[in-house]
Every structure is written in C-alpha cells, then in structure tokens.
C-alpha cells in the first residue's frame, strides 16, 4: 500500500471550510484514495472516497489532482461536532483488503 | 438494524490471564478484521479472515488468536504472551465489491 503523509494537527473555528491535504507520491495505477473520520473512543468512519478528479457527497469533497501524487479532503462550514481524527488511506480495493491506517489528522473546531 | 457489536466496552484483565474479546455482525459481510489502536495513534491490523474458517496473520498478530467459525462472529483472544495488551480493540467487517470496512464501538482493554 502506498505510503501516506497528512499533517499531525489542523485548528478552524466554527462555519470555515477546512481542507486536509494528503501526500501519496507512490500511489499506484489501481489504488483508490479514501478518507475516514474517528471521534474519541469510538471506530473510524468511512467519509468519501475517490479515484481522479472530484468527488462530492452530502459532507465532504475530495479533489485529486491529475498526477495523483496528492488530494485534498474538503469540509465545508465545519462545526464543533466535526473535531475529530481524519485518515487518509490509499490501496486497491479497500472493500476487500485490510487497511493501513497512520497516524491521522487531529481536526480541533473551534467556536 | 444492521451493524457490528463489540462487547465488553471496557474490560479489565490481570497480568498472566487470557481473555476474549466479542465481534459479531449482521451486515451478511464476508471479511472482517481486528484491529489495535493505542493512544494518539493509529490502527495496527492484528488478525484478518476473508472467509469462514480461515484467517491471516496481520502486522502485529503475536500474543493473539482468533477464529471464524460463523459468518458472522469472530472473535479475538488475548493471550498472556501478549506483553503489552492495554489498547482500544476494534473490530471491522467488509463485503466486495464494496468500497468501505464498517467498524464496531470498539472494546477498551487494560491490564492490571
């Protein structure tokens, strides 16, 4: 699976859009990227996941650059419920496979 | 309503004993995973079955068991050879071809 780097921490204060960019230079032909989110003491959460381009759904957006080297998770109007840890994964077919988390970003919202 | 249960929540063992921790969905999944996650990190796979009665080692699979005798269950044992159990158990399961693995509550364990 191909290595991922995210920052450790991101502070916004309540209604901003947040984006958390995710760095994949390995990434390969097959891999799809995706993104969970986990709050305290509770299991991670599937949010979006995308191949090339855009994608957009009712909480998120993840925008893929055409190298795919990178992409970024976009939340839009954040509130304090949205303070939690967001991984980034990347890996062919994630239904299937066990999945390599690190160490996440710490999303603190601020009000 | 369909999804995966963990119990016990929190679980408290003493040094030297085994203990087993519960798993089981009704999402009719095939794969299903465990999971470790200690403080400030992330997940660390420790057991992995795509199938029942058949199961693979993860990256961190010693001083734990697992079986998978039904579909739906699969639980984790800790054994007394594992020397640092303390940590947040999850458990996840997962059916191709979809894209997503959902996850339990998850199960707190420390050692006494």
């Known amino acids: 699976l191909a290595k991922t780097t995210q920052p450790i921490s991101m502070d916004s204060y309540e209604g901003q859009e947040v984006n958390i960019t995710c760095s994949h230079n390995n990434i390969a032909t097959n891999d799809y990227i995706t993104w969970y989110q986990q709050f305290p003491s509770q299991g991670p959460r599937f949010i979006i996941q995308g191949y090339k381009t855009k994608v957009t759904n009712e909480v998120a957006s993840l925008f893929i650059p055409a190298d795919r080297k990178s992409s970024t998770l976009s939340l839009p109007r954040v509130s304090l419920s949205d303070t939690a840890v967001y991984y980034c994964l990347v890996g062919p077919d994630t239904g299937r496979r066990a999945l390599t988390f690190g160490s996440g970003t710490r999303l603190q919202v601020q009000p | 309503d369909g999804g995966i249960t963990q119990s016990p929540k929190y679980l408290f063992r003493k040094e030297g004993q085994n203990v087993t921790l519960s798993c089981e969905q009704n999402?009719?999944?095939?794969?299903m995973y465990w999971y470790r996650q200690d403080p400030g990190q992330g997940l660390r796979l420790i057991y992995y079955s795509q199938i029942v009665n058949d199961f693979q080692k993860g990256d961190i699979a010693e001083g734990y068991s697992v079986s998978r005798e039904k579909k739906e269950s699969f639980p984790l044992t800790v054994t007394s050879a594992q020397k640092n159990p303390t940590a947040f158990y999850l458990c996840?399961?997962?059916?191709?071809?979809?894209?997503?693995?959902?996850f339990g509550p998850g199960t707190r364990l420390t050692v006494l």
């Open positions: 996840a399961s997962s059916s191709p071809p979809a894209r997503e693995q959902f």
């Open positions: 999402l009719n999944h095939d794969a």
